[in-house]
Nanobody
Framework: EVQLVESGGGLVQPGGSLRLSCAAS????????MSWVRQAPGKGPEWVSA?????????YYAGSVKERFTISRDNAKNTLYLQMNSLKPEDTAVYYC???????????????????WGQGTLVTVSS
């Protein structure tokens, strides 16, 4: 059974930083592209970032987070990370870890599917 468990969310002031983690189990983590997706209050899911499979995976970012967020993975620990810097109030959302790259996640969002997503962790950016 695929399990993805996010952690690291919380309340942070604008300009602050947080690091999210996603512990993966039930599949061969290193063989899969992985993504972060977020859903702000009252809005639909938004793809945030992805990393290719393997040990030197290429990374991809939505324009809204580029140069502020960094995705990474530790295949030995089966863990995905998202380092978030220079946080803004508009970054407030539930952040989900998802198995699959950008294209796969976008299709999932369009189909209304959350297969192989975690339960999410809430990030609130507010003073």
């Amino acid at each position: 059974e695929v399990q993805l468990v996010e952690s690291g969310g919380g309340l942070v002031q604008p300009g602050g930083s947080l690091r999210l983690s996603c512990a993966a189990s039930g599949f061969t983590f290193r063989n899969y592209d992985m993504s972060w997706v977020r859903q702000a209050p009252g809005k639909g899911p938004e793809w945030v970032s992805a990393i290719d499979s393997g040990d030197a995976g290429t990374t991809y970012y939505a324009g809204s987070v580029k140069e502020r967020f960094t995705i990474s993975r530790d295949n030995a620990k089966n863990t995905l990370y998202l380092q978030m810097n220079s946080l803004k109030p508009e970054d407030t959302a539930v952040y989900y870890c998802a198995r699959g790259g950008h294209s796969h996640v976008v299709v999932s969002i369009l189909e209304g599917s959350r297969d192989a997503w975690g339960q999410g962790t809430l990030v609130t950016v507010s003073s």
